[in-house]
T-cell receptor, first 111, second 113 residues
Framework: GEDVEQSLFLSVREGDSSVINCTYT??????LYWYKQEPGAGLQLLTY?????DMKQDQRLTVLLNKKDKHLSLRIADTQTGDSAIYFC???????????FGSGTKLNVKP | DTEVTQTPKHLVMGMTNKKSLKCEQH?????MYWYKQKAKKPPELMFV???????INESVPSRFSPECPNSSLLNLHLHALQPEDSALYLC????????????FGEGSRLTVL
C-alpha cells in the first residue's frame, strides 16, 4: 500500500483482545476502513470510521482514530479462531475513486 | 443481492493466449474496480470505471485491457501476459460518492506459464 503501514503479524490466544494498528499519511482522508481477508478469498469490509470521529464501536469491534498522529487501530474483543485472517486498513482518496491498502496484518488466533 | 461474482475462479494460461476475466454485480453500484494482489501483499489498484467510463488507469501495461459493457459487468481482457502477472485479480464495486465502501468478489487466481 502507498504510505499506509501496518505491522505484519499478531498472535493472540482465543478469548483475548487483539489490537491491530495502522499508520496513514494522507491527512485529507475522509473515511478510513478495515477489511478482512480469509485465505483464498476476497476482502470483506468490517467497519469504517469517518474522520471527524475518534471512536466507533460495532459489536466486538472498536475502531480508534487519532487524526493528529494519523493512527488508526482495530480492537477485536474476545478473539475467536474464526477471526484468524489478514486485516487491511485502507484510506479512500480522490473522491473515493482510489483506495490505498496497508500492507496487511496477519492475525493468528491460538486455541 | 450484495454479491460481486467473478469468473473463472482459477485460470492457467500460456504467454501467447488470450483470455478474459469477468465480474458482475447487481447492487446498482456505478463504480467498478480491478485490483491485482500478489501473495502476501495488499491489493493494488489497476483500473476504475465510473458510470461505465474508464476514470483511472494506474499505468497498467497494455496487455491488460479492461472493458465495462454495462453498469453490471466488468471484464479484464488478457493478452501476451508474463509469468510475473500471475496473481489474484480482484473485482470490486461501490456506490459513487457514497461512503466508498468496496464490495469485493472472491477473485480470479491467474497463473501464467
Amino acid at each position: 500500500g502507498e504510505d499506509v503501514e501496518q505491522s505484519l503479524f499478531l498472535s493472540v490466544r482465543e478469548g483475548d483482545s487483539s489490537v491491530i494498528n495502522c499508520t496513514y499519511t494522507d491527512s485529507s482522508s475522509t473515511y478510513l476502513y478495515w477489511y478482512k481477508q480469509e485465505p483464498g478469498a476476497g476482502l470483506q469490509l468490517l467497519t469504517y470510521i469517518f474522520s471527524n470521529m475518534d471512536m466507533k464501536q460495532d459489536q466486538r469491534l472498536t475502531v480508534l482514530l487519532n487524526k493528529k498522529d494519523k493512527h488508526l487501530s482495530l480492537r477485536i474483543a474476545d478473539t475467536q479462531t474464526g477471526d484468524s485472517a489478514i486485516y487491511f486498513c485502507a484510506e479512500a482518496r480522490d473522491n473515493f475513486n482510489k483506495f490505498y491498502f496497508g500492507s496487511g496484518t496477519k492475525l493468528n488466533v491460538k486455541p | 443481492d450484495t454479491e460481486v461474482t467473478q469468473t473463472p475462479k482459477h485460470l492457467v494460461m500460456g504467454m501467447t493466449n488470450k483470455k478474459s476475466l469477468k465480474c458482475e454485480q447487481h447492487m446498482g453500484h456505478r463504480a467498478m474496480y480491478w485490483y491485482k494482489q500478489k501473495a502476501k501483499k495488499p491489493p493494488e489498484l489497476m483500473f476504475v470505471y465510473s458510470y461505465e467510463k474508464l476514470s483511472i488507469n494506474e499505468s497498467v501495461p497494455s496487455r491488460f485491457s479492461p472493458e465495462c459493457p454495462n453498469s453490471s459487468l466488468l471484464n479484464l481482457h488478457l493478452h501476451a501476459l508474463q509469468p510475473e502477472d500471475s496473481a489474484l485479480y480482484l473485482c470490486a464495486s461501490s456506490q459513487v460518492a457514497h461512503t466508498g465502501e468496496l464490495f469485493f468478489g472472491e477473485g480470479s487466481r491467474l497463473t501464467v506459464l
